[in-house]
């Protein structure tokens, strides 16, 4: 039986819901660790992977009493919440978990260690003014711009914009391999 809640029309999350999922360090553990993962991965393995987080130990060195707290922690409580929510999808007969497009609701709420985040609708604004006053410039040929062709203006704009993107995709991905802050040493802070 899987518990599948990924649909276009759901009404998005409230805030009282996000603070509740997000109140439990195992359920923050839960969406980093997935989030860092680009596949599904079995619920055991989640255990162990979050029980390594808490007890500060490799997964090889746990014992067999810290992975069954963590396993039945989150099989009782923290997975099924979450998956309730939308934030995973929890397939109970194979046991996989995989990250929904909707746990990127959450992403807001989630401190992580290092570097800063762009707020990316004003980079893209700035972006388009600046595009809107090239383009402008070619076209109405003014003084030492008039030899600025409209090919040339949309060459440099197609470029602006294609840079940002790039950019704006790397910061993503490395925004998604960042430690949680509760997981970072001093130093990496």
């Given at each position: 039986m899987s518990t599948n809640h990924e649909s276009s029309d759901e009404e998005p999350l409230s805030q009282d819901l996000v603070f509740d999922l997000l109140s439990s360090p195992r359920r923050r553990f839960v969406l980093y660790y997935l989030r860092s993962e680009s596949?599904?991965?079995?619920?055991?393995?989640?255990?162990?992977?979050?029980?390594?987080?808490?007890?500060?130990?490799?997964?090889e060195e746990l014992t067999e009493q810290e992975r069954k707290r963590a396993y039945v922690s989150l099989y009782q409580t923290h997975v099924p919440k979450l998956a309730e929510a939308g934030l995973i999808d929890y397939d109970t007969e194979s046991g996989t978990?995989?990250?929904?497009?909707?746990?990127?609701?959450?992403?807001?709420?989630?401190?992580?260690e290092g570097g800063y985040d762009i707020r990316w609708e004003l980079?893209?604004?700035a972006i388009e003014i600046i595009c809107v006053v090239i383009y402008v410039i070619g076209v109405i040929d003014v003084g030492v711009f008039a030899a600025v062709s409209v090919t040339v203006s949309g060459a440099i704009i197609l470029g602006l914009f294609g840079l940002t993107t790039i950019i704006h995709y790397l910061s993503i991905r490395q925004r998604e391999q960042r430690l949680p802050i509760e997981l970072a040493t001093d130093d990496e802070r």
């Open positions: 596949e599904s991965m079995q619920l055991t393995d989640l255990a162990d992977e979050v029980a390594a987080w808490e007890y500060d130990t490799p997964v978990i995989r990250l929904t497009d909707r746990a990127s609701d959450v992403d807001e709420y989630l401190p992580s980079m893209y604004l």
